[in-house]
């Protein structure tokens, strides 16, 4: 299958202007970001495309039962809805794929990531009216319904949409976490996760799959660029888009990004802020 290939100059310059609009405004809705994240990965995906991800929400949501009721009842329900009448999943493959990052692809193949399938879990219960919110445990991001304080199994239930909904025990969350990290679980790692947590996280995945393909290194730029327009974000990813840049053979505005970055870091670590400036000179070095 084709991998997606970006939008032309002009179109991605708007979708990123929206993107940028929607991740700052007071309640980011989170189906729109990552449509506006797929429209910069999929040039084929256009605005009737992106509205019709939107009907189809609307349209799986409207085959939910009228407000289950417990946590645990709109839990089974969209696991019976999602997980089994359409067999929404993932399998180890997935990870191979830069569609199962991407939200379009993930309702028409009905596969993805567990953050992607996570995604499609929410929208369709929050549309329905459902107490709703992604969990981002470490290595594996699940579902929640009901109060998160409640503990795992009490108040809040936790569905792995990757596994096509099953529901968490307290001790399947901590194999969860333990497979991942080594860890025990903690309370901490089950509060809803931000929509723009979700969104960035996606976005590190789109950049871990990049990362582990040079000849897409296009990818890895538009995804850190994205990234960089959130409201806050981490300032090392300046470092990671001026290297992009020199790697895909811009060297001279890689360097530039380099040297304003090494001044940055030479406010807190003068050693490292030398060792940028030194990258900075063999970009330009490659220029001759």
Not at 61 to 87: F, K, Q, T
Not at 195 to 222: K, T, Y
């Amino acid at each position: 299958m084709r991998s997606p290939y970006p939008p032309p100059p002009e179109r991605s310059a708007e979708l990123r202007r929206r993107f940028a609009e929607e991740a700052r405004c007071e309640r980011p809705d989170l189906s729109t970001l990552c449509l506006l994240v797929g429209a910069e990965a999929d040039g084929t995906l256009d605005e009737a495309g992106m509205d019709a991800v939107e009907v189809e929400l609307d349209r799986l949501a409207g085959e939910l039962p009228h407000r289950p009721g417990s946590p645990r009842a709109w839990a089974l329900a969209l696991r019976d809805l999602l997980g089994e009448r359409y067999g929404f999943h993932g399998v180890p493959d997935d990870y191979q794929r830069l569609e199962s990052s991407l939200l379009h692809e993930v309702l028409r193949r009905r596969r993805g990531l567990p953050i992607l399938l996570s995604v499609v879990w929410i929208e369709v219960a929050r549309r329905a009216g459902a107490p709703v919110y992604g969990v981002a445990l470490p290595g594996h991001f699940v579902v929640g319904f009901g109060e998160p304080g409640g503990g795992v199994g009490a108040g809040q239930v936790l569905v792995d949409p990757f596994d096509g909904g099953r529901v968490l025990s307290g001790a399947d969350a901590e194999l969860l976490v333990a497979g991942a990290t080594g860890a025990s679980l903690d309370a901490s790692m089950l509060t809803p996760a931000g929509v723009l947590d979700v969104v960035l996280r996606i976005l590190n995945n789109v950049r871990a799959w990049a990362a582990a393909r040079p000849e897409r290194s296009d990818v890895g730029l538009w995804a850190v660029e994205l990234s960089l327009l959130f409201p806050s974000h981490a300032a090392r990813l300046r470092y990671e888009r001026a290297r992009l840049l020199v790697q895909r053979g811009e060297f001279s505005a890689g360097a530039g990004e380099l040297e304003a970055y090494a001044e940055v870091v030479s406010a807190v670590d003068e050693a490292a802020g030398e060792r940028v400036r030194g990258e900075a000179l063999a970009a330009r070095a490659m220029l001759n």
